[in-house]
Nanobody
Framework: QVKLVETGGDLVQPGGSLRLSCAAA????????MAWYRQTSGKQRELVAS???????TYADSVKGRFYISRNYDERTVYLQMDSLRPEDTAVYYC??????????????WGQGTQVTVSS
């Protein structure tokens, strides 16, 4: 199977920066789209940013110009650089990949989540 492990969540002051990482491990043949979602209590999980295998990126309007998604193909890792953080960015952040395994299974695993808190 495939497992995603996120790191980088923390408490940060408004205007600060954080970098989240998500590493994929397991029987991976290919990773297509890699994405970051976030969720706050009582709300639906929302897409923050995604990057395709060809490098095309998309962003939620609320984070455009502040957050940047990137991926390292060799390390099977996706990053989310978050700058100019606001209190409303406070959430649990999840990574989510589209994976084709070496057994030709299509999987869409989620990470366990990492807490980002923006507060003074």
């Amino acid at each position: 199977q495939v497992k995603l492990v996120e790191t980088g969540g923390d408490l940060v002051q408004p205007g600060g920066s954080l970098r989240l990482s998500c590493a994929a491990a397991g029987s991976i043949g290919r990773i297509d789209t890699m994405a970051w979602y976030r969720q706050t209590s009582g709300k639906q999980r929302e897409l923050v940013a995604s990057v395709t295998a060809s490098g095309r990126t998309t962003y939620a309007d609320s984070v455009k110009g502040r957050f940047y998604i990137s991926r390292n193909y060799d390390e099977r890792t996706v990053y989310l650089q978050m700058d100019s953080l606001r209190p409303e960015d406070t959430a649990v952040y999840y990574c989510h990949d589209e994976v084709l395994t070496v057994f030709l299974q299509t999987l869409a695993p989620w990470g366990q989540g990492t807490q980002v808190t923006v507060s003074s």
